[in-house]
Protein backbone atom coordinates (compact mmCIF):
# COMPACT_ATOMS: atom_id res chain seq x y z
CA UNK A 1 0.00 0.00 0.00
CA UNK A 2 1.41 3.15 -0.72
CA UNK A 3 2.35 5.58 1.88
CA UNK A 4 -0.18 8.03 2.78
CA UNK A 5 0.55 11.82 2.37
CA UNK A 6 2.27 13.64 5.41
CA UNK A 7 -0.63 15.40 7.59
CA UNK A 8 0.43 19.36 8.42
CA UNK A 9 0.03 17.99 12.60
CA UNK A 10 2.91 15.13 11.96
CA UNK A 11 5.43 18.08 10.77
CA UNK A 12 5.29 19.75 13.76
CA UNK A 13 6.58 16.26 15.46
CA UNK A 14 10.01 17.30 17.16
CA UNK A 15 11.32 14.53 14.06
CA UNK A 16 8.82 15.41 11.66
CA UNK A 17 7.09 12.30 12.28
CA UNK A 18 4.62 10.22 14.60
CA UNK A 19 6.31 8.25 17.48
CA UNK A 20 6.82 4.15 16.83
CA UNK A 21 4.39 2.69 19.43
CA UNK A 22 5.48 -0.44 19.03
CA UNK A 23 9.46 0.20 19.65
CA UNK A 24 8.20 1.38 23.11
CA UNK A 25 6.87 -2.06 24.31
CA UNK A 26 10.43 -3.90 25.04
CA UNK A 27 10.55 -7.36 26.21
CA UNK A 28 9.38 -6.68 29.94
CA UNK A 29 6.28 -5.16 29.35
CA UNK A 30 4.85 -7.39 27.11
CA UNK A 31 5.72 -10.37 30.28
CA UNK A 32 3.72 -8.21 32.26
CA UNK A 33 0.71 -7.15 30.12
CA UNK A 34 -2.30 -7.43 31.93
CA UNK A 35 -4.79 -5.53 29.28
CA UNK A 36 -4.07 -5.45 25.60
CA UNK A 37 -5.11 -2.15 24.07
CA UNK A 38 -5.14 -2.30 20.46
CA UNK A 39 -4.84 0.82 18.35
CA UNK A 40 -3.27 4.35 19.43
CA UNK A 41 -5.48 6.96 18.28
CA UNK A 42 -7.26 9.39 20.38
CA UNK A 43 -9.52 6.30 21.66
CA UNK A 44 -6.72 3.66 22.59
CA UNK A 45 -4.68 6.48 23.89
CA UNK A 46 -7.29 7.70 26.40
CA UNK A 47 -8.39 4.25 27.13
CA UNK A 48 -4.67 3.66 27.75
CA UNK A 49 -4.43 6.76 29.81
CA UNK A 50 -7.63 5.79 32.04
CA UNK A 51 -6.64 2.66 32.78
CA UNK A 52 -2.76 2.91 33.22
CA UNK A 53 -3.97 5.18 36.27
CA UNK A 54 -5.30 2.20 37.89
CA UNK A 55 -2.64 -0.09 36.36
CA UNK A 56 0.04 1.26 35.82
CA UNK A 57 2.25 -0.95 33.64
CA UNK A 58 0.02 -3.57 33.24
CA UNK A 59 -1.65 -2.23 30.24
CA UNK A 60 0.82 -2.46 26.94
CA UNK A 61 -0.70 -0.68 23.70
CA UNK A 62 0.27 -1.86 19.97
CA UNK A 63 -0.87 -0.09 16.82
CA UNK A 64 -0.76 -1.09 13.49
CA UNK A 65 1.07 1.85 12.36
CA UNK A 66 2.75 4.63 14.67
CA UNK A 67 1.45 6.82 17.71
CA UNK A 68 -1.51 8.99 16.02
CA UNK A 69 -1.19 7.50 12.21
CA UNK A 70 -4.62 7.17 11.57
CA UNK A 71 -7.68 9.37 11.54
CA UNK A 72 -6.15 11.15 14.56
CA UNK A 73 -2.95 12.57 13.48
CA UNK A 74 -4.81 13.37 9.39
CA UNK A 75 -7.98 15.56 10.83
CA UNK A 76 -9.21 19.21 11.15
CA UNK A 77 -7.65 19.38 15.06
CA UNK A 78 -10.55 21.35 15.98
CA UNK A 79 -13.31 20.79 18.96
CA UNK A 80 -16.54 21.40 17.75
CA UNK A 81 -20.05 19.76 19.85
CA UNK A 82 -22.48 19.28 17.84
CA UNK A 83 -25.61 21.46 19.23
CA UNK A 84 -27.82 22.54 16.12
CA UNK A 85 -27.73 18.76 14.84
CA UNK A 86 -31.03 18.22 15.78
CA UNK A 87 -33.83 19.57 18.08
CA UNK A 88 -35.24 16.44 19.56
CA UNK A 89 -33.52 13.88 22.80
CA UNK A 90 -31.23 12.63 20.45
CA UNK A 91 -29.74 15.93 19.49
CA UNK A 92 -29.46 16.77 23.30
CA UNK A 93 -27.94 13.89 24.08
CA UNK A 94 -25.17 14.31 21.73
CA UNK A 95 -24.77 17.72 22.69
CA UNK A 96 -24.41 16.83 26.18
CA UNK A 97 -21.34 14.28 25.51
CA UNK A 98 -19.63 16.31 22.91
CA UNK A 99 -20.08 18.99 25.54
CA UNK A 100 -18.92 17.51 28.41
CA UNK A 101 -16.08 15.99 26.68
CA UNK A 102 -14.54 19.24 25.85
CA UNK A 103 -14.31 19.80 29.50
CA UNK A 104 -12.69 16.73 30.36
CA UNK A 105 -10.10 17.49 28.00
CA UNK A 106 -9.50 20.83 28.98
CA UNK A 107 -8.75 19.34 32.44
CA UNK A 108 -6.27 16.42 31.36
CA UNK A 109 -4.49 19.13 29.32
CA UNK A 110 -4.79 21.15 32.23
CA UNK A 111 -3.45 18.76 34.42
CA UNK A 112 -0.98 17.79 31.79
CA UNK A 113 0.40 21.08 31.49
CA UNK A 114 1.35 21.66 35.32
CA UNK A 115 3.01 18.06 35.85
CA UNK A 116 5.11 17.79 32.29
CA UNK A 117 7.73 19.94 30.87
CA UNK A 118 6.90 19.94 27.36
CA UNK A 119 3.33 22.24 27.57
CA UNK A 120 0.40 21.00 26.03
CA UNK A 121 -1.58 23.68 23.39
CA UNK A 122 -5.11 24.09 22.95
CA UNK A 123 -6.15 27.37 21.83
CA UNK A 124 -10.14 28.28 21.91
CA UNK A 125 -10.24 29.92 18.32
CA UNK A 126 -13.00 31.16 15.91
CA UNK A 127 -14.38 28.80 12.88
CA UNK A 128 -17.30 28.59 10.72
CA UNK A 129 -19.21 25.39 9.51
CA UNK A 130 -21.08 25.89 6.19
CA UNK A 131 -22.01 24.08 2.68
CA UNK A 132 -20.62 25.03 -1.00
CA UNK A 133 -22.90 22.53 -2.59
CA UNK A 134 -25.76 24.46 -2.99
CA UNK A 135 -27.71 21.03 -3.13
CA UNK A 136 -27.10 21.09 0.81
CA UNK A 137 -29.31 23.99 1.34
CA UNK A 138 -32.44 22.64 2.49
CA UNK A 139 -30.93 20.08 5.04
CA UNK A 140 -29.22 22.85 6.61
CA UNK A 141 -32.55 24.64 6.81
CA UNK A 142 -34.33 21.21 8.32
CA UNK A 143 -31.09 20.62 10.87
CA UNK A 144 -31.87 24.66 12.24
CA UNK A 145 -35.66 23.30 12.25
CA UNK A 146 -35.12 20.77 14.16
CA UNK A 147 -34.65 17.52 12.02
CA UNK A 148 -31.03 16.27 10.99
CA UNK A 149 -29.58 14.14 8.37
CA UNK A 150 -25.96 13.45 7.20
CA UNK A 151 -24.84 15.98 4.97
CA UNK A 152 -22.28 17.36 3.35
CA UNK A 153 -20.20 19.93 5.08
CA UNK A 154 -17.26 22.31 4.72
CA UNK A 155 -15.25 23.45 7.72
CA UNK A 156 -12.88 26.66 8.27
CA UNK A 157 -10.63 27.03 11.42
CA UNK A 158 -8.81 29.90 11.80
CA UNK A 159 -5.40 28.90 13.92
CA UNK A 160 -4.20 30.66 16.45
CA UNK A 161 -0.85 32.30 16.81
CA UNK A 162 1.21 34.18 14.21
CA UNK A 163 1.54 31.30 11.88
CA UNK A 164 -1.50 33.11 9.37
CA UNK A 165 -2.99 29.20 9.01
CA UNK A 166 -6.28 28.27 8.25
CA UNK A 167 -7.45 24.63 8.62
CA UNK A 168 -9.98 24.68 5.92
CA UNK A 169 -11.44 20.80 4.91
CA UNK A 170 -14.58 19.15 2.96
CA UNK A 171 -15.73 19.17 -0.09
CA UNK A 172 -16.10 15.94 -0.62
CA UNK A 173 -18.82 16.34 -2.69
CA UNK A 174 -16.79 16.65 -5.93
CA UNK A 175 -14.57 14.27 -5.45
CA UNK A 176 -14.53 11.23 -8.01
CA UNK A 177 -15.23 8.63 -5.30
CA UNK A 178 -17.89 10.09 -3.61
CA UNK A 179 -20.30 7.71 -1.42
CA UNK A 180 -18.16 4.61 -2.69
CA UNK A 181 -16.29 3.58 0.82
CA UNK A 182 -12.65 3.18 0.97
CA UNK A 183 -10.25 1.50 3.06
CA UNK A 184 -6.91 3.60 2.93
CA UNK A 185 -5.88 7.27 2.48
CA UNK A 186 -4.90 7.93 -0.53
CA UNK A 187 -3.20 11.32 -2.39
CA UNK A 188 -5.73 14.37 -2.14
CA UNK A 189 -7.52 14.85 -5.41
CA UNK A 190 -6.60 17.81 -7.21
CA UNK A 191 -10.59 19.07 -7.90
CA UNK A 192 -11.13 18.66 -4.24
CA UNK A 193 -8.48 20.55 -3.46
CA UNK A 194 -9.24 23.51 -6.39
CA UNK A 195 -12.93 23.43 -4.83
CA UNK A 196 -11.56 23.94 -1.83
CA UNK A 197 -9.34 26.90 -2.85
CA UNK A 198 -12.03 28.08 -4.92
CA UNK A 199 -14.36 28.57 -2.01
CA UNK A 200 -12.10 30.29 0.18
CA UNK A 201 -11.68 32.84 -2.45
CA UNK A 202 -15.35 33.25 -2.83
CA UNK A 203 -15.59 34.00 0.93
CA UNK A 204 -12.90 36.13 0.95
CA UNK A 205 -12.35 37.63 -2.34
CA UNK A 206 -9.40 40.08 -1.16
CA UNK A 207 -7.20 37.86 0.26
CA UNK A 208 -4.85 35.37 -1.21
CA UNK A 209 -4.09 31.75 -0.19
CA UNK A 210 -1.33 29.29 -0.57
CA UNK A 211 -2.28 25.57 0.48
CA UNK A 212 0.84 24.58 2.63
CA UNK A 213 -0.56 21.59 2.79
CA UNK A 214 -2.98 18.68 1.57
CA UNK A 215 -3.67 15.49 3.06
CA UNK A 216 -6.26 12.37 3.46
CA UNK A 217 -7.95 10.55 6.34
CA UNK A 218 -10.79 7.95 6.88
CA UNK A 219 -13.25 8.12 8.57
CA UNK A 220 -15.41 5.79 9.91
CA UNK A 221 -19.16 6.35 10.05
CA UNK A 222 -22.33 4.52 11.62
CA UNK A 223 -25.82 4.39 10.15
CA UNK A 224 -27.27 6.26 12.55
CA UNK A 225 -24.19 8.64 13.45
CA UNK A 226 -23.71 7.35 16.52
CA UNK A 227 -20.70 5.23 17.66
CA UNK A 228 -20.04 1.70 18.88
CA UNK A 229 -18.30 1.85 22.47
CA UNK A 230 -18.94 -1.44 24.78
CA UNK A 231 -18.38 -4.75 25.29
CA UNK A 232 -17.72 -7.21 21.84
CA UNK A 233 -20.96 -9.40 21.79
CA UNK A 234 -19.87 -13.19 22.50
CA UNK A 235 -16.30 -12.37 23.70
CA UNK A 236 -16.41 -11.71 27.31
CA UNK A 237 -13.07 -9.63 28.04
CA UNK A 238 -12.66 -7.62 24.90
CA UNK A 239 -14.47 -3.95 24.15
CA UNK A 240 -14.41 -1.89 21.14
CA UNK A 241 -15.12 2.19 20.64
CA UNK A 242 -15.26 2.91 16.93
CA UNK A 243 -17.21 4.78 14.41
CA UNK A 244 -16.88 8.82 15.72
CA UNK A 245 -17.25 9.69 12.44
CA UNK A 246 -16.25 13.16 12.32
CA UNK A 247 -16.65 13.92 15.31
CA UNK A 248 -13.76 12.30 17.33
CA UNK A 249 -11.97 15.09 18.83
CA UNK A 250 -15.23 15.23 20.98
CA UNK A 251 -16.09 12.53 21.69
CA UNK A 252 -13.07 9.82 21.78
CA UNK A 253 -11.38 10.69 25.20
CA UNK A 254 -14.06 10.04 27.24
CA UNK A 255 -15.49 7.15 25.46
CA UNK A 256 -11.97 5.49 25.61
CA UNK A 257 -12.81 6.28 29.66
CA UNK A 258 -15.73 4.26 29.47
CA UNK A 259 -13.97 1.61 27.78
CA UNK A 260 -11.41 1.70 30.97
CA UNK A 261 -14.25 1.99 33.32
CA UNK A 262 -15.65 -1.56 31.74
CA UNK A 263 -12.16 -2.96 31.19
CA UNK A 264 -11.55 -2.32 35.27
CA UNK A 265 -15.34 -3.69 36.02
CA UNK A 266 -14.76 -6.78 34.41
CA UNK A 267 -11.53 -6.96 36.38
CA UNK A 268 -12.19 -6.54 39.51
CA UNK A 269 -15.70 -7.56 39.40
CA UNK A 270 -17.25 -4.54 40.65
CA UNK A 271 -20.75 -3.60 40.50
CA UNK A 272 -22.61 -1.51 37.30
CA UNK A 273 -23.38 1.16 39.62
CA UNK A 274 -19.17 1.86 40.26
CA UNK A 275 -19.26 3.20 36.57
CA UNK A 276 -20.20 7.15 36.57
CA UNK A 277 -23.21 8.82 35.62
CA UNK A 278 -20.96 10.24 32.91
CA UNK A 279 -19.76 6.84 31.49
CA UNK A 280 -23.05 4.99 32.07
CA UNK A 281 -24.95 7.94 29.49
CA UNK A 282 -22.03 6.94 27.17
CA UNK A 283 -22.17 3.38 27.34
CA UNK A 284 -26.04 3.88 26.69
CA UNK A 285 -26.42 5.98 24.24
CA UNK A 286 -23.37 4.62 22.09
CA UNK A 287 -24.30 0.63 23.01
CA UNK A 288 -23.21 -2.02 20.49
CA UNK A 289 -26.03 -3.87 20.70
CA UNK A 290 -28.43 -1.54 19.74
CA UNK A 291 -27.24 -1.84 15.67
CA UNK A 292 -27.74 -5.59 14.40
CA UNK A 293 -24.14 -7.08 12.88
CA UNK A 294 -22.74 -5.39 15.76
CA UNK A 295 -18.79 -6.13 16.07
CA UNK A 296 -17.83 -9.62 16.62
CA UNK A 297 -14.66 -10.24 17.65
CA UNK A 298 -12.65 -10.94 14.06
CA UNK A 299 -14.13 -6.96 13.40
CA UNK A 300 -10.99 -3.85 13.45
CA UNK A 301 -11.45 -0.98 15.42
CA UNK A 302 -9.93 0.78 11.79
CA UNK A 303 -11.57 4.09 10.44
C1 LIG B 1 -9.65 14.33 7.27
C2 LIG B 1 -10.29 14.21 8.63
C3 LIG B 1 -10.66 15.36 9.32
C4 LIG B 1 -11.26 15.25 10.58
N1 LIG B 1 -11.50 16.38 11.29
C5 LIG B 1 -12.00 16.29 12.55
C6 LIG B 1 -12.15 17.44 13.34
O1 LIG B 1 -11.70 18.52 12.98
N2 LIG B 1 -12.78 17.31 14.54
C7 LIG B 1 -13.21 16.10 15.00
O2 LIG B 1 -13.82 16.05 16.07
N3 LIG B 1 -12.98 14.96 14.30
C8 LIG B 1 -12.38 15.03 13.10
N4 LIG B 1 -12.13 13.90 12.40
C9 LIG B 1 -12.47 12.60 13.00
C10 LIG B 1 -11.44 12.16 14.03
O3 LIG B 1 -10.14 12.34 13.53
C11 LIG B 1 -11.67 10.67 14.35
O4 LIG B 1 -13.01 10.48 14.73
C12 LIG B 1 -10.78 10.18 15.48
O5 LIG B 1 -9.42 10.48 15.22
C13 LIG B 1 -10.94 8.68 15.66
O6 LIG B 1 -9.97 8.26 16.58
P1 LIG B 1 -9.72 6.72 16.75
O7 LIG B 1 -8.67 6.59 17.82
O8 LIG B 1 -11.01 6.03 17.01
O9 LIG B 1 -9.21 6.21 15.34
P2 LIG B 1 -7.76 6.34 14.68
O10 LIG B 1 -7.09 7.61 15.01
O11 LIG B 1 -7.92 5.98 13.25
O12 LIG B 1 -6.95 5.21 15.44
C14 LIG B 1 -7.14 3.83 15.17
C15 LIG B 1 -5.75 3.20 15.24
O13 LIG B 1 -5.93 1.80 15.21
C16 LIG B 1 -4.90 1.23 14.42
N5 LIG B 1 -5.39 -0.06 13.97
C17 LIG B 1 -6.48 -0.30 13.23
N6 LIG B 1 -6.63 -1.61 13.04
C18 LIG B 1 -5.61 -2.21 13.70
C19 LIG B 1 -5.23 -3.56 13.89
N7 LIG B 1 -5.95 -4.57 13.35
N8 LIG B 1 -4.14 -3.82 14.62
C20 LIG B 1 -3.41 -2.82 15.17
N9 LIG B 1 -3.73 -1.51 15.02
C21 LIG B 1 -4.82 -1.23 14.30
C22 LIG B 1 -4.67 2.24 13.30
O14 LIG B 1 -3.37 2.14 12.74
C23 LIG B 1 -4.89 3.57 14.04
O15 LIG B 1 -3.67 4.14 14.51
C24 LIG B 1 -11.53 13.96 11.15
C25 LIG B 1 -11.14 12.81 10.45
C26 LIG B 1 -10.52 12.93 9.22
C27 LIG B 1 -10.08 11.69 8.50
Known amino acids: MATPPRPFWHTLLPDGKPVAVNDLADDESCRRVGV ?62 EAADITAVEAFVNTLNETERSPLELHRTGGVHFSMDEKEAPSYQSAV ?10 YLIQRAGDDKMIIFGGCRHVATDEGEPFSHEGEPEEQVTE ?41 AGQFVALGFG ?58
Not at 145 to 154: A, T
Request: with cysteine.
Open 36 to 97: LVIGCGLTGASAAYHLSQKLGSEVLVVDARDLADGATGRNGGHQWAEVAESGDEVGARHARI
Open 195 to 235: ALVKGLERIFPDACFRVCHAWTGLMCFTQDGRPLVGPLQES
Open 145 to 154: QGSSRERHEE
Open 246 to 303: GHGMVRTFTCGRAISSLVLQAREGTKKSSISPEDTEILDFFAVDRVSGAPTCSSSTND
